[in-house]
T-cell receptor
Framework: QKEVEQDPGPLSVPEGAIVSLNCTYSNSAFQYFMWYRQYSRKGPELLMYTYSSGNKEDGRFTAQVDKSSKYISLFIRDSQPSDSATYLCAMIGGGSYIPTFGRGTSLIVHP | EAGVVQSPRYKIIEKKQPVAFWCNPISGHNTLYWYRQNLGQGPELLIRYENEEAVDDSQLPKDRFSAERLKGVDSTLKIQPAELGDSAVYLC????????????FGEGSRLTVL
C-alpha cells in the first residue's frame, strides 16, 4: 500500500460544476498538505498549501484536511474548461522534508 | 522572474545509449530536486541537493544514474546506459526553503528509450 492514495480518474464534469478531489494517506506524521496542478506536458505548479486540519479557501478553490480520518480534499467551485488538468496531492512530515506525491487525478471540464 | 529551465524537452534514444538532462533552477533557490514521473503516476524523488551537496539520493539507481550540481546552481542528471524502463518524464524543481513544500518545477524532459 502506498503512503498516499489518489484515484486517477478521469473525472469528467460539465462547466460550472462543483468538483471534489480527494486523497487518503497512511502516515499520521504528515503535517503539511499541498495540491499541485499539472497541465498536459507541463510541470506541476503549487495550487494550495495547508498546515494540519481545517479548511483554506482561495478564490474558487478550497482545501480541506481531516487528520483524524487521514483524508484531504480539494473543492473547485464553478469549474471551468481551463481547470482541466491533473491534480496531485502532496504531503510532508514525519522527519522527511520531501513532498510525497499521490498519483494524481485527471480532471476534464467540458463546456 | 525566470522559472526553472530544463533541457532538452524531449529525447529519444536507443537502449544502452547515454543521455543527460540539464536544469537551471530559480535564482537564489539553494535546494534542487530531480524527480521522475512515469505515465499516470506522481513524481518520485531521485535526488535532492542542498547547494552543491547531495543530501537525499536513496532512490537514485546508482548503477546507471549519476547527478551533479556544480557551484550549487545548475545541475545535470545522467543515465548510462539507458534501459527501456527509464522512459519517463524527468522533472527538476527548486525551492527557497527545504521542507516548506513549495517546489517550483520545470516543464520536464521527456525521455523515450527504444
Amino acid at each position: 500500500q502506498k503512503e498516499v492514495e489518489q484515484d486517477p480518474g478521469p473525472l469528467s464534469v460539465p462547466e460550472g460544476a462543483i468538483v471534489s478531489l480527494n486523497c487518503t494517506y497512511s502516515n499520521s506524521a504528515f503535517q503539511y498538505f499541498m495540491w499541485y496542478r499539472q497541465y498536459s506536458r507541463k510541470g506541476p505548479e503549487l495550487l494550495m498549501y495547508t498546515y494540519s486540519s481545517g479548511n483554506k479557501e482561495d478564490g474558487r478553490f478550497t482545501a480541506q484536511v481531516d487528520k483524524s480520518s487521514k483524508y484531504i480534499s480539494l473543492f473547485i467551485r464553478d469549474s471551468q474548461p481551463s481547470d482541466s488538468a491533473t491534480y496531485l496531492c502532496a504531503m510532508i512530515g514525519g522527519g522527511s522534508y520531501i513532498p510525497t506525491f499521490g498519483r494524481g487525478t485527471s480532471l476534464i471540464v467540458h463546456p | 522572474e525566470a522559472g526553472v529551465v530544463q533541457s532538452p524537452r524531449y529525447k529519444i534514444i536507443e537502449k544502452k545509449q547515454p543521455v543527460a538532462f540539464w536544469c537551471n533552477p530559480i535564482s537564489g533557490h539553494n535546494t534542487l530536486y530531480w524527480y521522475r514521473q512515469n505515465l499516470g503516476q506522481g513524481p518520485e524523488l531521485l535526488i535532492r541537493y542542498e547547494n552543491e551537496e547531495a543530501v537525499d539520493d536513496s532512490q537514485l539507481p546508482k548503477d546507471r544514474f549519476s547527478a551533479e550540481r556544480l557551484k550549487g546552481v545548475d545541475s545535470t542528471l545522467k543515465i548510462q546506459p539507458a534501459e527501456l524502463g527509464d522512459s519517463a518524464v524527468y522533472l527538476c524543481a527548486s525551492s527557497l526553503v527545504t521542507g516548506a513544500g513549495e517546489l517550483f518545477f520545470g516543464e520536464g524532459s521527456r525521455l523515450t528509450v527504444l
